[in-house]
């Protein structure tokens, strides 16, 4: 088996060195021991403001109209931090206009985010240095009852069912990999990024793919096409409401994506389920809502519904969240710690959550998980994964994936109708690397052409261990430019008298629009990966 390459993928960075800009925003978080290197100062401000006022400012200060010639405002906001800088900002156009004041010094800048990162110039479109503030919170507070209305920081004084696809709109999964992605609501400007988390838990991944400034698009687009040996870390702000006087209690109804590099808007409850609702890969395997609140705050109702917690429940992956709020030092080195004891694949989910609570000791928050049984371990590396097939030396790897559903069929733009139930079979003779197959198989006869691929992953070979797969194009005569995902579990493995291994699995399936071969357009209703008899799908290992 060939061996994994580890990759590093930024998207959305400052390419430039971050210094901390006219003040002491820079330098460690004052707590002890190793940790990320963080600013002193704590953002204690960060609201969005009318777009009026920020233009009434920029035509009392001629450079701030300067940066502000570069977009036509849609958004604008400020920031403070308990150094005494303010930043204002304005986005629009995929530009935005920045000013940073500090005792009564001022520095201003112009950021565009395309598809290369993120970019500071001056006027004159000359690199400068990022301006930046103190470091975030991870919580912020409901003005009201509307999920998108304003929102304040909170400081620490006042702390599956079957999918349809379409065809125009397919996910892109890749099984081949194994990637840890670091979503970070903010970025380099905060003195904020997620290196320390994937300095260490990087290791045992192909790609880490770290996203500053992650906003919605970025969330959606992770959630929705990570598969069951992916994971990804996400530091952002719980939003709260509150749900008893006097701030005594709280819900956590969803969280911040960034806006301006500087501000934020909220990302509520049911756009954070949303992508995961539609993941067919099972995935990601591993979401960790590294934000105050993200599990709730300790009060009765914390979970209750209306809650993101609630919202989550039932969506496949492993959710780790925080119950109580942290500051940013903390959560990282909580995060840190979980991830470097649970991602050896031995160490069960209670220990690896306990690591994290250590980190969060002098806070009083602590690490909370959806799962009802936390001796749940991670997926092992794929060098001990490829030594538990009952098989290891084979002379064929045959991987048949049943799909049995009722088709409705129809010439294009006439109303479907259903027919009988019926099977077809995604099948092809694969290469078991690790965790990850893949297979083709391909056919071309006088009245017959096939071209089959199946390609997948199992998070292990035993009784009750997942398969993630995959199965595309020419199945036979009836079902053809099919494109099919299944999610299913093991139920059994045989050893018959030759030494034939049979694992056998039943599961959902989720599938597009394919074509009948008779030029009719055909979709299948529940379809499910198992036989007309509702015989398993298999994977032979031949001696």
């Known amino acids: 088996m060939a061996p994994r390459r580890?990759?590093?993928?930024?998207?959305a960075a400052t390419v430039l060195a971050l210094v901390p800009a006219c003040g002491d925003s820079g330098g460690d978080d004052g707590a002890s021991g190793d940790g990320p290197d963080l600013p002193r100062a704590l953002v204690t401000v960060q609201e969005r403001i009318p777009v009026a006022d920020f233009e009434a400012e920029a035509q009392a200060d001629a450079a701030l109209m300067a940066v502000s010639a570069f977009t036509v405002a849609e958004v604008a906001g400020r920031v403070e931090d308990s150094a005494g800088v303010v930043v204002t900002w304005a986005e629009g156009e995929g530009k935005v206009a920045v000013r940073r004041c500090e005792e009564g010094v001022c520095a201003y800048a112009v950021v565009t985010r395309d598809a290369d990162g993120v970019r500071w110039t001056d006027t004159q479109g000359v690199a400068v240095a990022p301006l930046t503030v103190g470091r975030p919170s991870l919580a912020k507070d409901l003005q009201g009852f509307a999920l998108d209305g304003d929102t304040v920081v909170v400081t620490p004084a006042a702390l599956t069912s079957q999918i349809q696809l379409q065809k125009d709109d397919l996910p892109t999964l890749d099984f081949s990999k194994r990637t840890l992605v670091a979503l970070n609501t903010f970025g380099p400007a905060f003195g904020t990024t997620l290196d320390y988390v994937t300095a260490g838990a990087g290791a045992a991944f192909d790609e880490v793919v770290a996203i500053d400034y992650a906003r919605e698009e970025d969330v959606y687009a992770q959630l929705r096409e990570r598969d069951a040996l992916d994971v990804v870390v996400w530091l952002t702000q719980g939003v709260r409401l509150e749900t008893q006087g006097e701030g005594r209690a709280h819900q956590t109804v969803g969280f911040t994506v960034n806006r301006g590099v500087f501000g934020d808007l909220t990302f509520d409850r049911d756009a954070v389920a949303a992508p995961l609702a539609v993941n067919v890969g099972g995935g990601p395997g591993l979401l960790f809502l590294a934000a105050g609140d993200s599990y709730g705050d300790g009060s009765a109702d914390?979970?209750?519904?209306?809650?993101?917690?609630?919202?989550?429940?039932?969506?496949?992956?492993?959710?780790?969240?925080?119950?109580?709020?942290?500051?940013?030092?903390?959560?990282?080195?909580?995060?840190?710690?979980f991830l470097d004891t649970w991602l050896d694949g031995?160490?069960?989910?209670?220990?690896?959550?306990?690591?994290g609570d250590a980190?969060?000791?002098?806070?009083?928050?602590?690490?909370?998980?959806?799962?009802?049984?936390?001796?749940?371990?991670?997926?092992?590396?794929?060098?001990?994964?490829?030594?538990?097939?009952?098989l290891t030396t084979y002379s064929q790897a045959r991987f048949v994936a049943p799909f049995t559903a009722?088709?409705?069929?129809?010439?294009?733009?006439?109303?479907?109708?259903?027919?009988?139930t019926t099977v077809t079979y995604g099948w092809a003779d694969v290469t078991i690397d690790g965790a990850y197959f893949e297979g083709h198989r391909a056919l071309n006869s006088s009245d017959l052409t096939v071209d089959t691929t199946v390609r997948g992953v199992f998070t292990g070979f035993s009784v009750g261990d997942r398969v993630q797969l995959e199965a595309i194009g020419d199945f036979d005569k009836f079902f053809r430019d099919f494109h099919g995902f299944g999610e299913a579990v093991i139920e059994s493995v045989e050893t018959d008298d030759e030494g034939k291994v049979t694992i056998a699995f039943r599961g959902i399936a989720h599938t597009a629009e394919y074509s009948d071969g008779d030029g009719n357009e055909c979709v299948l209703n529940h379809p499910r990966i198992a036989t007309t008899t509702s015989g398993p799908g298999k994977l032979e290992l031949t001696p």
Request: charged share 20%; with cysteine; aromatic share 4%.
């Open 302 to 337: 914390q979970i209750a519904k209306g809650s993101v917690w609630e919202a989550l429940d039932g969506l496949g992956s492993v959710v780790v969240g925080i119950e109580g709020h942290a500051d940013v030092a903390d959560v990282l080195r909580a995060a840190a710690a």
């Open 346 to 355: 031995v160490t069960p989910l209670s220990d690896a959550l306990a690591a």
């Open 359 to 390: 980190a969060l000791a002098k806070s009083g928050a602590r690490l909370r998980s959806n799962q009802l049984d936390e001796s749940v371990t991670w997926t092992l590396p794929d060098a001990e994964l490829a030594a538990t097939l009952p």
């Open 6 to 11: 580890l990759a590093r993928t930024l998207l």
């Open 406 to 420: 009722t088709p409705y069929c129809a010439p294009p733009g006439e109303d479907k109708q259903p027919e009988a």
